[in-house]
């Protein structure tokens, strides 16, 4: 039977371990964080890898716990509606073509399945040593236990520690030049649409989720990567939410407290093939770090583990899965990649936004509909 390390709980490594449960194989996750709470606040799924999630069986649960949107109201900053973005859906016809979740309901979705599969998972716990042993590698743990498993699949986001041991070549995640500012809160009465709003060089996002709730993020080309001190992020906030109108100031005047406000530099990286080395197969943001432009970064993960165990189905031996893993990929994730940090850069010009990003965003997103 085959065994299988997956290094990192994140939507990478749990869709991997789902899928390979569904392919008969025996996995176990090691998560070198203590609580496994996700990052983060909001996410979104569009519908290509909401396709993914019915392969993983859990398409109906994220159903439960997320809204569907069906159109994005573009807005002035003054919360004037000037276009209506129709979202596509590459499912069934009665199927969202776009779903918006807190980010706790995805990981509780997913951590539910992987529990149903009987995959082990450990906390607090992560590679210290590996050592290729011909068909196996041998893993030592920080907690001083070890294991002998046949490959290892190493989902452990943008700042994986593996990436630099066993792909040393590899490039590491570069700054985009914006960062991003999130929140949650309830969303004021008559917000029903998730509405993004341009105020020059920052881009508002409100997304009304389930039972009320709001995902706020905004999308800042106007400060350095460096969070701010703490005493200085509730300020800085206020300052550039303060632009905008409509529903914007409703939900701010709920933002009282530094610790209501997530603030992170956004970062990019593509690793050229191969995704792999030493039995240890690369997947997730490891490989594939995106910007959220397109919102497809969490979906690209859950992607990679549905691929992943249809390759473990064939009984493929490990250089040949990883192999055509990578093949199958690396083209999508480039994309997704290259798209999202396009947009971001032509949100750092100044002047109107590029007549160009909307035909960038149909064509990417024509592109992505094809099946994985």
Not at 38 to 46: E, H, N, Y
Not at 105 to 126: D, Q
Request: with cysteine; aromatic share 6%; proline share 8%.
């Amino acid at each position: 039977m085959t065994k299988v390390l997956i290094v990192g709980g994140g939507p990478a490594g749990m869709a991997s371990a789902i899928a390979l449960a569904q392919a008969g194989v025996d996995s176990e996750i090691v998560e070198v964080s203590e609580d496994w709470r996700p990052g983060g606040i909001g996410i979104a799924l569009q519908s290509a890898p909401l396709r993914a999630t019915k392969q993983l069986g859990i398409f109906d649960d994220l159903l439960r716990v997320g809204r569907p949107h069906h159109v994005i109201d573009m807005c002035g900053a003054d919360g004037t509606r000037f276009a209506e973005l129709p979202q596509v859906n590459v499912n069934d016809a009665d199927d969202p073509p776009f779903l918006g979740m807190a980010r706790e309901s995805l990981h509780e979705v997913m951590a539910a399945a992987v529990a149903r599969a009987g995959v082990p998972v450990r906390l607090g716990v992560t590679v210290a040593e590996l050592a290729e042993t011909g068909h196996h590698v041998d893993v030592t743990f920080t907690d001083g236990t070890s294991g002998r498993y046949d490959y290892v699949v190493a989902a452990e986001g943008a700042n994986s520690a593996l990436r630099s041991r066993i792909l040393p070549g590899a490039p590491a995640p570069s700054f985009a030049g914006q960062v991003i500012w999130r929140a949650a809160a309830s969303a004021p009465a008559g917000l029903e649409r998730y509405t993004m709003m341009l105020g020059g060089p920052i881009r508002l996002g409100l997304v009304p989720l389930p039972d009320g709730r709001l995902y706020l993020w905004m999308l800042d080309s106007t400060i350095g990567p460096e969070r701010p001190p703490r005493e200085e992020l509730l300020a800085l906030f206020h300052d550039r939410i303060s632009r905008f109108g409509g529903h914007a100031p409703a939900v701010a005047a709920q933002l009282t407290d530094a610790a209501q406000v997530d603030f992170r530099a956004l970062h990019w990286l593509v690793v050229p093939p191969p995704w792999h080395a030493e039995r240890v197969l690369f997947v997730g943001d490891a490989v594939h770090t995106t910007t959220p432009h397109i919102a497809f970064g969490a979906g690209l993960a859950i992607e990679d583990g549905v691929v992943l165990g249809e390759l473990a189905a064939s009984g493929l031996p490990f250089e040949d899965l990883a192999a055509a893993l990578t093949a199958r990929r690396y083209e999508r994730a480039r994309l997704v990649v290259e798209t999202s940090l396009q947009l971001s850069r032509w949100e750092q010009e100044p002047g109107p936004p590029n007549p160009e990003a909307g035909r960038l965003i149909g064509e990417t997103m024509a592109a992505l509909a094809a099946p994985i």
